[in-house]
């Protein structure tokens, strides 16, 4: 035990960025609230694995995979019918990645600089909290294919097999929330990355196949299952799921050509953190940086296809199939910030007048919500404060900390979550308030209380 709490505390900014997504993902513990309507598809499933123990015959919710329901069923054995606990698994998923940051980043490049400014961009942004903390099926999906790179790379970096083992139990577990996604991602990051340190395409093409084969193995048990128990109707919809909905979704609705809503969305997860990575990706040196630096070119292959193929998919679930661009793309940042970036002069007042950037363009996204949502407006005008709240004070800080004490990003970048706590903390205080009193917010909670009520 002496040994294992001096290794944790040779590690300070691992632990706190930790507590700060579980304490934060987690506020308040009591009367979490829950927002989004997807949790009541399969709340009741959830509440029928808990109580019946049929984790392979249980109901499914448009044949997506069962780790939702395993886990949310297995946990809420603890408090039943607690929201908190509902969306723990998620929570959880949260803090495994940011751990397979830190570790990734400390074990590869001996550098705990850019492990502790990546953990730290990571927990302090929009997106990390708001997975974190909104059960859907992509997260754990997209936290699992980042472990699947994160030991992959361990494995043809020093060639010590029990990572590739690691990685196939990774790609296996993220199958079980998005089982084509997941096999499709990894394929391409195996090639890419394969591709990039020129090793042997036999030893590429049979590590492929073993992915795929371990992903098949983990689901088949419930997939065969699922087949006896319901038929045709899960085998029709398992395909589509997987297969036919990335071409027109949902059912018959129209394919949207908003091509550039994906990069939207990814400049709005970043948040307060955007103005970096705007920075840092346009400047001059960039391509010359990406072409002589093959590391990269490897985290490169872990966020921009996903980018890149949802981007031109016209799929409308946006803001769920962001999540797996997210664990590699803060990884990324915070590489290029600490080796190229942080000591640039040049950057720094780039970064500082980004923040503007960022600012008008989240003042001009809120205006349009505001407007064509009024009725949410009216209804809850102290939830809206929050959220302006929210977006600004983070900004500002962000701000504060780049333009005038940019040194702390590198020395000490711990020493901003306190700010960044309260700040959040404040937000999900007001939520949590105004949750069972907001009228826009009822139909979710009627959603929730109905399926939970299910016998």
């Not at 049979?206 to 038929?231: C, D, R």
């Not at 962000?398 to 020395?411: D, F, G, N, Q």
């Not at 903390?425 to 826009?440: G, M, N, Q, T």
């Amino acid at each position: 035990m002496q040994n294992l709490w001096n290794r944790i505390k040779d590690h300070p900014a691992l632990i706190q960025a930790l507590l700060f997504v579980f304490v934060v993902g987690s506020w308040p513990f009591f009367r979490f609230p829950l927002t989004d309507g997807d949790i009541a598809h399969w709340l009741g499933i959830a509440k029928e694995i808990r109580i019946h123990f049929n984790f392979l015959s249980s109901s499914q919710d448009q044949a997506h995979g069962p780790f939702l329901f395993w886990t949310s069923g297995i946990l809420t054995l603890i408090r039943p019918n607690s929201m908190y606990f509902y969306n723990l698994s998620n929570l959880l998923c949260g803090v495994l990645g940011i751990g397979w940051i830190y570790y990734y980043a400390l074990r590869n490049w001996k550098d705990r600089r850019i492990a502790s400014l990546s953990v730290v961009l990571a927990a302090t942004s929009i997106v990390w909290l708001y997975l974190s903390r909104t059960p859907m099926y992509d997260w754990p999906a997209a936290v699992f294919f980042f472990g699947f790179c994160v030991h992959y790379l361990r494995y043809i970096k020093t060639g010590i097999r029990r990572h590739f083992v690691i990685a196939l139990g990774c790609v296996a577990v993220a199958g079980l929330s998005r089982f084509s996604i997941s096999i499709g991602l990894s394929g391409l990051f195996v090639f890419f990355a394969n591709v990039s340190i020129r090793r042997s395409p036999i030893k590429m093409i049979l590590e492929g196949i073993a992915m795929v084969a371990a992903t098949g193995l983990v689901t088949m048990p419930w997939a065969i299952v699922q087949s006896h128990v319901h038929g045709h109707a899960f085998i029709d919809t398992f395909c589509y799921d997987n297969f036919g909905r990335y071409i027109k979704e949902p059912g018959n609705a129209p394919v949207y050509h908003d091509y550039y809503g994906f990069a939207l969305y990814v400049v709005v997860g970043l948040i307060p953190h955007s103005f970096l990575l705007l920075a840092s990706v346009f400047q001059k040196s960039i391509f010359n940086r990406i072409k002589m630096d093959r590391e990269q070119w490897i985290m490169l292959a872990g966020w921009l296809p996903c980018l890149l193929i949802f981007s031109f998919s016209g799929h409308v679930k946006l803001g769920r199939y962001i999540a797996y661009v997210f664990p590699m793309l803060f990884l990324f940042l915070g590489y290029n910030l600490v080796k190229y970036d942080l000591s640039n002069p040049a950057f720094l007042r780039r970064a500082s007048r980004m923040t503007a950037v960022v600012a008008v363009i989240m003042a001009v996204l809120l205006a349009i919500v505001a407007n064509n949502n009024p009725d949410a407006v009216r209804q809850s005008p102290l939830f809206v404060a929050a959220v302006i709240g929210l977006v600004m004070g983070t900004l500002i800080t962000s701000w504060v900390t780049i333009s005038k004490k940019s040194s702390v990003l590198l020395s000490s970048p711990t020493s901003v979550l306190p700010v960044y706590a309260v700040i959040y903390i404040a937000f999900f205080s007001v939520l949590a308030y105004e949750y069972p009193r907001a009228e826009f917010l009822k139909p979710v909670r009627v959603d929730i209380q109905r399926s939970l009520s299910l016998d």
